[in-house]
């Protein structure tokens, strides 16, 4: 099941809904994404900007992906659930860079240390990853049984974030370690895109970076 995994993309329903940018800019993982949630022009702000968080500080409320429901993707069983790491509640984009990568944790076990709270799924041998979740948002256990569009838990800022978002991926294996060897190709089964300011119909799409959908 996992080679054949490993060769084509899957299907999956989004794991959040709402207003949702892509990213995967240069450096990131393949097949890693974040989403954060955005407005019409495509801002992850309300009531601040890009240009205050990038000098001084705001908290992670001015942030419009704060506290938004993560989704299950698939009908699965839960197989990690962590929670207790706290939230990073405010924010200053120049210095949280510079204290991420002078002092940012190693990528070694445990996964809690980079991606904070988190949720590993187990779909038919496909393994989803939820990164990042709000601090005692996680409603969910080892051995629970989910069914798709669940409540797994909410996005915070926890592990190593710079803001609010929710980072997915999905695995060949249960193991986070190699981090970002495992990763296997998915497709959302229906989103709307916006494209030229018209939101057009896309399914079993893969996802890129810059994408402004609606889910």
Not at 67 to 90: F, I, Y
Not at 102 to 107: I, L, V, W
Not at 188 to 215: F, I, P, Y
Request: net charge neutral.
């Amino acid at each position: 099941m996992v080679g054949t995994i490993m060769r084509q993309s899957i299907s999956l329903h989004p794991p959040v809904y709402g207003q949702w940018a892509i990213f995967n800019p240069p450096g990131h993982p393949k097949l890693a994404y974040d989403f954060l949630t955005v407005d019409d022009g495509k801002s992850p702000y309300k009531g601040t900007s890009l240009f205050r968080h990038l000098v001084s500080t705001i908290s992670v409320e001015s942030t419009l992906a704060w506290n938004q429901p993560v989704l299950a993707v698939m009908e699965g069983t839960v197989v990690a659930a962590s929670d207790g790491m706290p939230d990073r509640h405010q924010l200053c984009m120049a210095k949280d860079l510079f204290r991420l990568m002078c002092f940012g944790p190693k990528p070694v076990p445990p996964f809690s240390t980079l991606g904070g709270n988190y949720v590993i799924l187990n779909c038919g041998g496909a393994f989803p990853l939820y990164a990042h979740l709000q601090n005692g948002s996680v409603l969910v256990r080892p051995g629970d049984i989910v069914r798709s569009g669940d409540v797994l838990g909410r996005v915070g800022n926890s592990g190593a974030s710079l803001q609010p978002h929710l980072h997915f991926q999905v695995m060949a294996t249960p193991d986070p370690f190699p981090l970002f060897k495992n990763l296997v190709p998915f497709v959302l089964d229906e989103a709307q895109k916006r494209r030229a300011g018209v939101w057009q119909t896309v399914c079993q799409e893969a996802l890129s970076n810059g994408d402004h959908l609606l889910l």
